[in-house]
């Protein structure tokens, strides 16, 4: 069976009943069973694990290592491999059957890479970020690195409302009128204590669905760009950001867009689009006052809705 890793059908994946678990964690929520031919696919399978090419590695991301040459892409983590053949569009995953926590985190990894590098070749940006949207509104993407905030203020956010597309991976793709979000949704990494505003230090998954139910959307024209950043001693404020910060931070984000040489050109444009055609940027400081607090962070972000 392959399933539909976005809307349109176009990015399929396929798991091998014994990778199964190795994959569980990465694998989007809600995924549909593809009835037509998907124009790149993704396997997931149980198998030796090749050795590692003795070169440094083009791209890092976790614990897997990708080597670029030409039009295909070796990755290799510690327990699983694989190949991405950009010119047919398929990637083939390896995890070697008895890999416990390391394979499970490998494949998580080359899951990340072979889907950006395979969405890139279909003109589109896989980005780690969160999506929200306001009612009557478009999607507002929250871009940065882990720890940044992202997830905590999409579900405070949704607790205002608002709905999500996803607090950990977005799609960016070109529109008729302007950039397109999608959403692969996972379950929230937030603080154990967050909806009563207090910070415990344990961060644990709570399902999407369960937490705000029918709030969940799939895609959604794109409305801006937020660069959020924790600082507890600070007021939560907003401010202008530069349409090249925030397109730094987005090809930060999406390394992998720039493995394929022949894409790369077309989702940088992309990307560039994101940042500077949408509505301005904006830098969100997020302080200690607006942590769990869902009127707090709707009136410090009321200055950039319509």
């Known amino acids: 069976m392959t399933l539909s890793l976005t809307a349109d059908g176009a990015l399929g994946i396929t798991v091998e009943a014994g990778a199964a678990g190795f994959a569980a964690r990465w694998l989007p929520q809600g995924?549909?069973?593809?009835?037509?031919?998907?124009?790149?696919?993704i396997a997931v399978r149980t198998g030796a694990?090749?050795?590692?090419?003795?070169?440094?590695?083009?791209?890092?991301?976790?614990?897997?290592?990708?080597?670029?040459?030409?039009?295909?892409?070796?990755?290799?983590g510690s327990a699983a491999g694989g190949d991405?053949?950009?010119?047919?569009?398929?990637?083939?995953?390896?995890?070697?059957?008895?890999?416990?926590?390391?394979?499970?985190?490998?494949?998580?990894?080359?899951?990340?890479?072979?889907?950006?590098v395979l969405l890139a070749g279909l003109g589109r940006a896989l980005i780690h970020?969160?999506?929200?949207?306001?009612?009557g509104?478009?999607?507002?993407?929250?871009?940065?690195?882990?720890?940044?905030?992202k997830s905590t203020t999409c579900a405070t956010l949704c607790r205002a409302g608002w709905s999500y597309l996803s607090d950990d991976q977005?799609?960016?793709?070109?529109?008729?009128?302007?950039?397109?979000?999608?959403?692969?949704?996972?379950?929230?990494?937030?603080?154990?204590d967050w909806e009563r505003g207090e910070r415990s230090g344990t961060r644990v998954t709570r399902d999407a669905g369960a937490l705000f139910p029918g709030q969940r959307r799939v895609t959604a024209p794109l409305a801006g760009l937020?660069?959020?950043?924790?600082?507890?001693?600070?007021?939560?404020?907003?401010?202008?950001?530069?349409?090249?910060?925030?397109?730094?931070?987005?090809?930060?984000?999406?390394?992998?867009?720039?493995?394929?040489?022949g894409a790369a050109p077309v989702v940088l444009d992309l990307l560039a689009a994101a940042a500077s055609r949408c509505r301005p940027p904006h830098r969100l400081t997020l302080g200690a006052d607006s942590y769990g607090s869902p009127e707090r962070m709707k009136r410090v972000l009321v200055s950039i809705l319509p």
């Not at 970020?129 to 009612?135: H, R, T």
Request: no cysteine; net charge negative; glycine share 10%.
């Open 31 to 41: 995924l549909a069973e593809l009835t037509t031919p998907p124009r790149a696919t």
């Open 49 to 76: 694990v090749p050795e590692r090419p003795a070169t440094l590695p083009t791209l890092t991301v976790g614990p897997v290592a990708g080597w670029m040459s030409d039009r295909y892409l070796i990755l290799r």
């Open 84 to 116: 991405v053949d950009l010119t047919s569009g398929q990637a083939v995953l390896r995890v070697a059957p008895d890999a416990g926590d390391t394979g499970e985190g490998d494949v998580y990894g080359m899951l990340t890479i072979a889907a950006g």
């Open 129 to 135: 970020g969160a999506a929200v949207m306001p009612p």
């Open 137 to 149: 509104d478009g999607a507002w993407v929250l871009i940065g690195d882990s720890g940044s905030g």
């Open 170 to 192: 977005v799609i960016l793709s070109t529109a008729e009128r302007g950039v397109t979000a999608e959403g692969w949704v996972r379950p929230f990494h937030v603080d154990r």
């Open 226 to 261: 937020l660069l959020p950043r924790v600082a507890e001693k600070h007021s939560t404020a907003l401010a202008p950001a530069d349409p090249a910060e925030a397109l730094a931070e987005l090809i930060r984000q999406s390394p992998w867009v720039l493995l394929d040489r």
